[in-house]
């Protein structure tokens, strides 16, 4: 069981930048890849960002390619997600997830999430 604490959550204006940040403990060399999904009010919760361990390869949401970047280090078991320019569009609970297995649709396999930490942007 991997056990996940996301941080850096707040409230900012539009345009501005959070940085996320996401502590993995427990059975983390079961870890195959680490990702971002969020989920606004009424909204289904949806893939943000997420990097496979083995090669360092990333992967985003057209939603936010150009403004997110996600980064990891796998030896502190933590990964990032830069967010930039940020919209209102982009107000959401956002989760951290594990991977276990390394799937070819890299937006599916997660089964281990985060409590969630909450991104408010103004307009």
């Known amino acids: 069981q991997v056990q996940l604490v996301e941080s850096g959550g707040g409230l900012v204006q539009a345009g501005g930048s959070l940085r996320l940040s996401c502590a993995a403990s427990?059975?983390?060399?079961?870890?195959?890849?680490m990702g971002w999904f969020r989920q606004a009010p009424g909204k289904e919760r949806e893939f943000v960002a997420a990097?496979?361990?083995?090669?360092?390869?990333?992967y985003l949401a057209g939603s936010v390619k150009g403004r997110f970047t996600i980064s990891g280090d796998k030896v502190k078991n933590t990964v990032y997600l830069q967010m930039n320019s940020l919209k209102p569009d982009d107000t959401a609970v956002y989760y951290c997830?594990?991977?276990?297995?390394?799937?070819?649709?890299?937006?599916?396999?997660?089964?281990?999430w985060g409590q969630g930490t909450q991104v408010t942007v103004s307009s």
């Open positions: 990097i496979r361990w083995y090669g360092g390869s990333t």
């Open positions: 427990g059975r983390t060399f079961s870890s195959a890849a």
């Open positions: 997830a594990n991977a276990a297995v390394w799937s070819s649709d890299y937006t599916a396999g997660f089964g281990a």
